[in-house]
C-alpha cells in the first residue's frame, strides 16, 4: 500500500495499491494490477485496474480490464478490453487541473489473475 506523486509518465508493471496522482500519462502493462484511486491527464490500460479514478482520458487495450468507478471526458475500449462498473463523464472545460481533486486511499480485494 502507499502512494504516489508523479510529475511525468508512470508505468505499473507490477502490483500496486494506494493512491496515485500522475500528472501525464499513467499506463498499466498487460502484467501490472492496480487496486486504488487515481488521478492525472490520460490513462491506458492493459493490464488490471480496480477502484476509482479522475482522468480526462481512458483507453482500455485488448486484455485490459477496468472495473470501478471512472470520471472522465473520453473513455475508448477496443475489441478485448473490458470495462465492468459506472462512469460519470467529465465536462469537457469542468477541471483542467486534476491535481486538484481530493484523492483518498480506498483499500480494496486483491485482484485475482
Known amino acids: 500500500m502507499g502512494d504516489i506523486d ?3 509518465q508512470l ?7 494506494g493512491s496515485i496522482c500522475a500528472q501525464d500519462t499513467m499506463s498499466v ?3 501490472g494490477q492496480v487496486n486504488g484511486c487515481v488521478k ?11 477502484g476509482e479514478m ?10 485490459g480490464l477496468v472495473s ?3 470520471h472522465c471526458q473520453q ?8 470495462f ?7 465536462a469537457a472545460q469542468g477541471h483542467d487541473d486534476y491535481s486538484q481533486l481530493e484523492l483518498t486511499s480506498v483499500l480494496l480485494e486483491p485482484i485475482e489473475v
Open 6 to 8: 508523479v510529475s511525468g
Open 11 to 17: 508505468q505499473v508493471d507490477g502490483a500496486m495499491e
Open 29 to 31: 502493462g498487460a502484467k
Open 40 to 50: 492525472g491527464q490520460l490513462v491506458q490500460i492493459a493490464g488490471r485496474f480496480k
Open 54 to 63: 479522475w482522468f480526462q482520458d481512458l483507453a482500455i487495450f485488448p486484455g
Open 68 to 70: 470501478g468507478k471512472v
Open 75 to 82: 473513455m475508448v475500449i477496443e475489441p478485448g478490453g473490458s
Open 84 to 90: 465492468l462498473g459506472h462512469r460519470d463523464e467529465i
